[in-house]
């Protein structure tokens, strides 16, 4: 049985946390969530990470500061861990889901 790798982190711009290592993974570059084999808790709790995360850049002004307050910014690191570990349970040993994000 083949060993698949993700990487997990946030990206502006983009719907899913999740990248393969490998360009070419029949889960899509980036990952479709609709693709992996994880419970549709998981895949709508990622993208909903993803939308909120989008929140967290003042796109009228990129290179100004962050709106998200302290206790957002630590929110959201909590529920992004936490969909994480769900997520690593889900896929089991066949997956190797690498953090990245820098959270």
Same mark, same amino acid.
């Given at each position: !049985?083949?060993?698949?790798?993700?990487?997990?982190?946030?990206?502006?711009?983009?719907?899913?946390?999740?990248? +393969?290592?490998? !360009?070419?993974? +029949?889960? /899509?570059?980036?990952?479709?969530?609709?693709? $992996? +084999?994880? %419970? =549709?808790?998981?895949? #709508?709790?990622?993208?909903? $990470? %993803? =939308?909120?995360?989008?929140?967290?850049?003042?796109?009228?002004?990129?290179?100004?500061? %962050?709106?998200? %307050?302290?206790?957002?910014?630590?929110?959201?690191?909590?529920?992004?861990? #936490? #969909?994480?570990?769900?997520?690593? /349970?889900? $896929?089991? #040993?066949?997956?190797?889901?690498?953090?990245?994000?820098?959270?």
């Amino acid at each position: !049985m083949a060993h698949h790798y993700l990487r997990f982190f946030f990206e502006y711009g983009v719907d899913t946390p999740l990248w +393969p290592e490998d !360009m070419d993974s +029949p889960y /899509g570059y980036p990952t479709d969530l609709d693709r $992996l +084999p994880v %419970s =549709e808790a998981i895949r #709508a709790e990622l993208a909903r $990470l %993803s =939308e909120w995360y989008q929140s967290s850049l003042d796109w009228k002004d990129p290179a100004g500061p %962050s709106p998200w %307050s302290d206790e957002e910014r630590e929110l959201f690191k909590g529920r992004a861990y #936490a #969909a994480l570990d769900a997520l690593r /349970g889900e $896929l089991g #040993a066949g997956w190797t889901v690498r953090d990245e994000s820098l959270l």
